[in-house]
């Protein structure tokens, strides 16, 4: 990445935000983004109560159908370089893997408790994947995984490339993309309007309060709704 990375409290205004809020705000800043940039499916949680996950993206590509093929030797090179690379600048890292098996994606499982503890202390602060998740249990403390699904095997499970672009549900991910992610799933921010995020959040927030509270009141009406919107659309800043 070319942009220079946020620093901590940039980070932790972005972690106060739901991802909900987070991707209204781009729509409202970027309205050319509405649509995309987001994961589209349903995914599981190690714990849905773990705080959003806000870092930068390291990508790879797995599959765990059949073996590789490779000789040890150089899967074993291929993992090592991996993980040399999520160690790296820029952090921290969320984990963003593609599992590559199409239909049978998630037959394996590259998450466990050695691979979570193991990024863990490399820096790493969580994974999101397409594919599963097992040995739920036996995460790294702190660490949040969200998945596809859960299993119990990590079948022949194999790195295939690492620091490429990935497609994780339906959201494209280039490596240091910026990512928010929570139980509601993941948002890639672009990196140039993360800094206005919180900003345009309480913009948001004040807007949908008007909303709400004219819906609270008894007597709601439709004439108080009308009202309401038009006190909405002159909220600017």
Request: glycine fraction near 8%.
């Amino acid at each position: 990445m070319t942009e220079t990375p946020l620093n901590g409290d940039e980070l932790a205004a972005l972690r106060e935000l739901d991802s909900p809020t987070i991707y209204n705000t781009i729509e409202m800043l970027r309205p050319e983004r509405q649509g995309f940039g987001y994961t589209t499916d349903t995914m599981v949680s190690v714990d849905p109560k773990f705080p959003p996950l806000v870092g930068y993206a390291k990508t790879a590509t797995i599959r765990s159908t059949r073996p590789s093929g490779k000789p040890a030797s150089e899967i074993r090179q291929i993992r090592l370089d991996y993980f040399r690379y999520v160690a790296a600048d820029p952090v921290p890292g969320i984990a963003m893997i593609q599992d590559l098996d199409g239909d049978q994606a998630g037959y394996g499982s590259f998450w466990g408790e050695v691979t979570s503890t193991t990024l863990s202390a490399l820096g790493c602060i969580g994974g999101i994947t397409d594919g599963s998740i097992r040995d739920v249990d036996a995460i790294a403390p702190g660490f949040q995984l969200l998945a596809r699904k859960v299993v119990p095997s990590r079948a022949y499970v194999h790195l295939v490339d690492f620091e490429c672009e990935v497609n994780i549900l339906g959201m494209v991910v280039q490596p240091g993309d910026l990512i928010h992610a929570d139980r509601h799933g993941a948002v890639v921010i672009p990196h140039d309007m993360a800094r206005d995020i919180s900003r345009g959040a309480d913009l948001i927030t004040r807007r949908e309060k008007i909303l709400l509270d004219a819906a609270k009141k008894p007597g709601f009406t439709v004439d108080a709704l009308e009202q309401a919107m038009v006190e909405v659309s002159k909220l600017k800043e």
